[in-house]
Every structure is written in C-alpha cells, then in structure tokens.
C-alpha cells in the first residue's frame, strides 16, 4: 500500500494526520470563544503605573 513497507512509517503518517485533525476541530470550536477580558480596572491601573515610570 503506497509503498509503505515499515510499519513505523505508515505510524508516523497517522500521527501526522490524526495531529492535524485535532488540530482543526480545535480551532473550529474555539473560532470565536474570544480571548481573555481585561477589566477596566487593571487597564487604567497599568496607565497609572506606565506614566509613573515615564516621569
């Protein structure tokens, strides 16, 4: 079959595709999940520390 006579050949092209599949189904359910929220709090606070460093 395909000329793969070794077994850990035909292994190695399962894992690849089998890897690739997960691959995709993952990144087909976490499509639009978004990524983690900053609250406004920490934003602000991270511009208080930024201008403190600048001065």
């Not at 190695?12 to 691959?23: D, E, M, N, P, R």
Request: proline content about 2%; aromatic content about 12%; charged content about 25%.
């Amino acid at each position: 079959m395909f000329g793969l006579h070794d077994p850990w050949i035909v292994l190695s092209y399962v894992f690849c595709i089998g890897s690739t599949v997960l691959c995709v189904l993952y990144g087909a359910i976490n499509w639009n999940r978004g990524g983690l929220e900053v609250k406004e709090e920490k934003i602000i606070q991270w511009e208080k520390e930024e201008e403190e460093l600048e001065e």
